[in-house]
């Protein structure tokens, strides 16, 4: 039987995934939508929006590979969820840092490393290593 802690990780895993997904959506929809012909977006924000859409999908994919991984026990499923979490929180860092830890950049980043510290904690670890116990 499966912890009620891995569940719950699962569950926000695979909702944090959906939440990548739409801002994928969204992001698309910017380079194909009402705007993108107008004279404020030039060629560079068009790349720079492609590259936030293959990244954003990237961290969608990975996060719903990582939920499957938890609801299913596998031990690399929390480690591609531990990795992942754990690098957009530093990047949501370092960009606070950037940007002088500005209210927003600090509220996000919070956010973020709210995701990637229960990953962390002996009990999940434990009950992945050892789930018939």
Known sequence: MRPKIITTLAVLEALLSLAYLSVTVFCIWMIYGPYSSSAYI?????VALWTATSVTFLFAFLSGVAAVGL????????????????????IFFCVSVNNGFGMEGLSVTAVFI???VPYWLPAVRLALRHPLE
């Open 42 to 46: 030039i060629r560079f924000t068009d």
């Open 71 to 90: 609801l299913r026990m596998k031990l690399w499923g929390y480690w591609i969820a531990v990795i992942l979490n754990s690098a957009i929180a530093a």
């Open 114 to 116: 709210v995701f990637a």
